[in-house]
């Protein structure tokens, strides 16, 4: 069963517990919580004292999206907050093995993110190590960006990776994702989906969410 992981970077942020509520209750499979450090990425969103406040208000997992510099920092805050899976970039932490090998010993999940403009083949030594790879379909920074067409090629190439490497990591993608693409991108065997804009966007958010799932396992 494929997952739909709703980006909370395009909610209400003077309301944010109503839109989790509705998250929770449209069955959303994991709730995508993007921290940007206006280092790493030209903008600035929340950091671990947000998470930790919205963290008694659902059950849903936490999938943290890291787009920081020098991420190893703030691996302990950002695990106390509530973090469930966190997403580190291949470009912002120069000794990658140890970082994720620090997460990992904190008991929760890992994954690994890249650039659009970053080769998947970068990852071959680690990719045993991780439970997630994020490869981001837009340039990191804001939503409601196009999907870059040339993530699909990384998408199969990263899936040739996982079946020789004998390896069980999920391919999440972020980024550009909507009903109209959402199928194809699909079918070339994406696990997880973010999806921002597509969701809060729409009249129906709900039943946005049950759209997307429904497209993306046909
Ligand atoms: C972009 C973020 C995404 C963003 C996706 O830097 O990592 O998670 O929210 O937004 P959409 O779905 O609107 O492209
Ligand atoms: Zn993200």
């Not at 996982?162 to 079918?187: H, M, T, Y």
């Amino acid at each position: 069963m494929k997952m739909i992981a709703p980006s909370i970077l395009s909610a209400n942020f003077s309301n944010l517990s109503k839109d989790i509520e509705m998250l929770d209750r449209a069955g959303a499979d994991m709730l995508h919580i993007d921290v940007m450090d206006g280092l790493f990425v030209p903008n600035i969103t929340i950091g671990p004292l947000v998470i930790k406040a919205l963290r008694p208000l659902t059950s849903l997992i936490f999938d943290v999206h890291l787009m920081i510099e020098k991420p190893e920092r703030y691996i302990d805050l950002f695990v106390e907050a509530g973090a469930d899976i966190l997403t580190v970039h291949y470009e912002a932490s120069l000794h990658l093995h140890r970082t994720i090998h620090l997460i990992k010993s904190k008991g929760i999940k890992v994954g690994v993110s890249l650039n659009p403009s970053t080769p998947v083949f970068l990852l071959k030594e680690i990719l045993k190590d991780v439970d997630l790879v994020l490869l981001m379909s837009v340039n990191p920074g804001f939503g409601g960006q196009s999907y870059i067409e040339n993530t699909n090629n990384k998408i199969i190439e990263l899936n040739e990776l996982r079946r020789n490497l004998d390896a069980n990591f999920l391919i999440e993608v972020d980024g550009g994702i909507k009903a109209s693409n959402i199928k194809d991108v699909s079918e070339l065997g994406v696990d997880v989906f973010v999806a921002g804009s597509e969701v809060f966007n729409s009249k129906n958010p709900s039943e946005k969410i049950i759209q997307l799932r429904k497209l993306a396992n046909e």
